[in-house]
C-alpha cells in the first residue's frame, strides 16, 4: 500500500520548535516532488513549501521563510519539516504531499499522494 504518514505534531508555545516527519511507504521519495501544506480552522488550504526531487530546490512561502526548513533522510524514507521559532499563526494541521510532477504538485496544490495530517498547536 502507497500512503505517507506524518507524525510529530503537538502543542508548543510561541518562539517553540517542533519536527514534523513524512514517512512514506510502498513507493521511494526520492523521484518525488515533496510539499509540506497546512490548513488552519475557516481557512483555504496553504502551500508550506514544495522541494523538488532532487532535493536540490525547496521554496517556502513567505510567512515561514527563515523559520521553517526542509530536509529528507533517503534511508528512512522521509521528509522532515523543522519549525522554529513558532508563532500563533502556525496552528493548522499540516500535510504532506508527494508528485512526481513538480508544477502539479506546487504550483496546482494537487498530488497522488497524501498524509493523514498531523495537528500543530502554537499557544501560551
Known amino acids: 500500500q502507497l500512503q505517507l504518514v506524518e507524525s510529530g505534531g503537538g502543542l508548543v508555545q510561541p518562539g517553540g520548535s517542533l519536527r514534523l516527519s513524512c514517512a512514506a511507504s510502498g513507493f521511494t521519495l526520492d523521484y518525488y516532488a515533496i510539499g509540506w501544506f497546512r490548513q488552519a480552522p475557516g481557512k483555504e488550504r496553504e502551500g508550506v513549501s514544495c522541494t523538488s526531487s532532487s532535493g536540490d530546490n525547496t521554496n517556502y512561502v513567505k510567512s515561514v521563510k527563515g523559520r521553517f526548513t526542509v530536509s529528507r533522510d533517503n534511508a528512512k524514507n522521509t521528509v522532515y519539516l523543522q519549525m522554529n521559532s513558532l508563532k500563533p499563526e502556525d496552528t493548522a494541521v499540516y500535510y504532506c504531499?508527494?508528485?512526481?510532477?513538480?508544477?502539479?504538485?506546487?504550483?496546482?496544490?494537487?498530488?497522488?499522494?497524501w498524509g493523514q495530517g498531523t495537528q500543530v498547536t502554537v499557544s501560551s
Open positions: 504531499a508527494a508528485d512526481n510532477n513538480y508544477a502539479k504538485l506546487c504550483v496546482s496544490l494537487r498530488a497522488d499522494y
